[in-house]
T-cell receptor, first 112, second 115 residues
Framework: TQLLEQSPQFLSIQEGENLTVYCNSSSVFSSLQWYRQEPGEGPVLLVTVVTGGEVKKLKRLTFQFGDARKDSSLHITAAQPGDTGLYLC????????????FGPGTRLSVLP | KAGVTQTPRYLIKTRGQQVTLSCSPI?????VSWYQQTPGQGLQFLFEYFSETQRNKGNFPGRFSGRQFSNSRSEMNVSTLELGDSALYLC??????????????FGPGTRLTVL
């Protein structure tokens, strides 16, 4: 059983389209991070959200942390082929042996 | 500033053998964490070392072990390799560790294939 679920698992869209990927859990996280991983590379941190209800914008990417700190979303506006990759969310749980728990990821493909 | 480096990048071993992977963190970083990434299970936390001490451990069998040296470089060892150990092994470094969500910087990984 995954502590963090991500949806959709796979997403293939055309350049210029908008998309949203989701990260959900029944557990409360003290903070949540989003990473992007490209083939042959390690994940690269995009953002950290720590406050329930927080919204952060990074150019065309908008990240939202749920009020209850159990879920998060990543919205990409006008997707570009360079956005292609595996998007991973990772949560920090209080009182849990592992510091970071990763979701299974959403594999995004943006076609030109 | 140089990033996290991992050696070797690719490794092929046979069942029953053992393997040692190496990770050099970003200069000044004292925490090194190791993760296993597979298509089926995703990214799973193995363990974290800080100042040469294992601070946290994931749910992996004792065949998986690690250590950290005084210069913060870290190694992980897998003994008696099984086919299911085939994976991308990622190392991540951070200044003071993952407690509180300190930013982790990942290396490119070592791709281990067990035949």
């Amino acid at each position: 059983t995954q502590l963090l679920e991500q949806s959709p698992q796979f997403l293939s869209i055309q350049e210029g389209e908008n998309l949203t990927v989701y990260c959900n859990s029944s557990s409360v996280f003290s903070s949540l991070q989003w990473y992007r991983q490209e083939p042959g590379e390690g994940p690269v941190l995009l953002v950290t959200v720590v406050t329930g209800g927080e919204v952060k914008k990074l150019k065309r990417l908008t990240f939202q942390f749920g009020d209850a700190r159990k879920d998060s979303s990543l919205h990409i506006t006008a997707a570009q082929p360079g956005d292609t990759g595996l998007y991973l969310c990772a949560g920090v749980l209080n009182n849990y042996g592992q510091n970071f728990v990763f979701g299974p990821g959403t594999r995004l493909s943006v076609l030109p | 500033k140089a990033g996290v480096t991992q050696t070797p990048r690719y490794l092929i071993k046979t069942r029953g053998q053992q393997v040692t992977l190496s990770c050099s963190p970003i200069s000044g970083h004292r925490s090194v964490s190791w993760y296993q990434q597979t298509p089926g299970q995703g990214l799973q936390f193995l363990f974290e070392y800080f100042s040469e001490t294992q601070r946290n451990k994931g749910n992996f069998p004792g065949r998986f072990s690690g250590r950290q040296f005084s210069n913060s470089r870290s190694e992980m060892n897998v003994s008696t390799l099984e086919l299911g150990d085939s994976a991308l092994y990622l190392c991540a470094s951070s200044l003071v560790g993952t407690v509180g969500g300190d930013t982790q910087y990942f290396g490119p990984g070592t791709r281990l294939t067990v035949l």
